[in-house]
């Protein structure tokens, strides 16, 4: 059982934002997300996008905002639970929530904060008759280990950047990359273009433009993709994997069924307050929330959590009054012993 004060269902900017305001409030965080990785949209659908609405920064890409919120909260040492999707909650007497997810891993707290975006995270599937029988027998929608794919040949399907950029980090691990899309226009940054169109001018990169896989051949496991091309017959390439990037599909998932109040695919929230749901103890932050006035903004989100944190503070300790401190002038404790703090003013006096 993972025990914590504060458990947040969702690791992108909000989730994330969330444990450096609890940390003030000397709480702690555990973090579940259904992606593999921290960050969430900002860091498996548009990682290298900018985003111009972040306080401070006139531009940001949206991997790099992931990796200073990470840098951010480092001091408060929060756990994760990546990989899994949180999939059931129950009350307990003592007014504690458990969390269970789907590989059955549990989390226990008296505030659980629901931070997941949009929603978990599926994969687009593309539409090959036969593609679930090879799921987990060479058919991944997301790259977890790229060490899965050494020395092997792989085949990815998609035009964004989640495909140019894993079909240019694999041409150093796998024997073989080949890329298909069914434009010969990519919708993604312009250096990673650039860098497919470098590597398939090397050999480095196979390029099948414009094609669609129909078919997933093997028996058993994956051995080949049927590919149609453009004014071309139908074959087949030999593989040892074949990952459609397609993006991913939020919805609600789960959550949809905890008993809160749900109105077009969101968490009705009192935004009057403290951003918590129709439940007394669990909240719900950034874009999975609604409430009249409503914009889905990750500035937004490090504003709910803020209040929130707050609220979760009285919850936890009901007999203490909390009094807050500026961070530059009570600057910021971690809880590895560290503290950033303003220099102190230096006392001389004039003759």
Not at 25 to 51: F, T, V
Not at 254 to 273: D, H, R, S
């Amino acid at each position: 059982m993972i025990k914590t004060d504060i458990l947040i269902i969702g690791a992108g900017p909000t989730g994330l934002f969330t444990v450096f305001e609890a940390g003030l409030l000397k709480l702690r965080c555990h973090l579940i997300d259904a992606l593999p990785q921290p960050g969430g949209q900002c860091s498996e659908i548009y990682p290298k996008k900018p985003i111009y609405d972040i306080p401070a920064y006139p531009e940001i890409l949206a991997g790099d905002l992931t990796d200073k919120l990470m840098e951010q909260i480092k001091q408060f040492e929060p756990g994760f639970t990546l990989g899994e999707r949180a999939d059931t909650v129950e009350k307990q007497e003592d007014g504690t929530f458990i969390v269970t997810t789907n590989k059955g891993t549990k989390h226990q707290a008296p505030v659980v904060a629901i931070a997941g975006g949009l929603g978990s995270f599926e994969p687009r599937k593309p539409p090959i008759p036969n593609i679930a029988d090879f799921e987990d027998k060479g058919v991944e929608y997301m790259i977890k280990e790229p060490e899965l794919y050494r020395d092997k040949d792989v085949v990815i399907a998609g035009g964004g950047d989640s495909a140019l950029d894993w079909s240019i980090f694999l041409t150093d691990v796998a024997k073989s990359v080949t890329l298909i899309h069914r434009r010969n226009e990519f919708r993604g940054a312009l250096d990673s273009v650039d860098k497919v169109q470098e590597l398939k001018n090397e050999g480095k990169i196979n390029l099948i433009t414009p094609a669609e896989v129909k078919g997933i051949v093997g028996d058993g496991k994956v051995e080949g993709a049927l590919v149609e091309q453009k004014d071309k017959e139908p074959f087949t390439i030999k593989t040892d994997h074949f990952i459609p990037l397609f993006g991913l599909a939020p919805k609600l998932g789960p959550i949809a069924n905890w008993g809160l109040e749900i109105e077009k695919n969101a968490i009705k929230v009192n935004n009057a307050l403290d951003y918590q749901t129709n439940v007394p103890g669990i909240y719900a932050i950034g874009d999975v929330n609604t409430y009249p006035g409503k914009l889905k903004l990750i500035l937004c989100g490090f504003h709910e959590a803020t209040l929130m944190c707050q609220s979760a503070y009285q919850r936890i300790h009901p007999d203490k009054k909390y009094v807050m401190k500026y961070t530059t002038v009570g600057g910021v404790e971690g809880f590895d012993g560290t503290k950033k703090e303003a220099p102190k003013a230096v006392v001389k006096a004039i003759n």
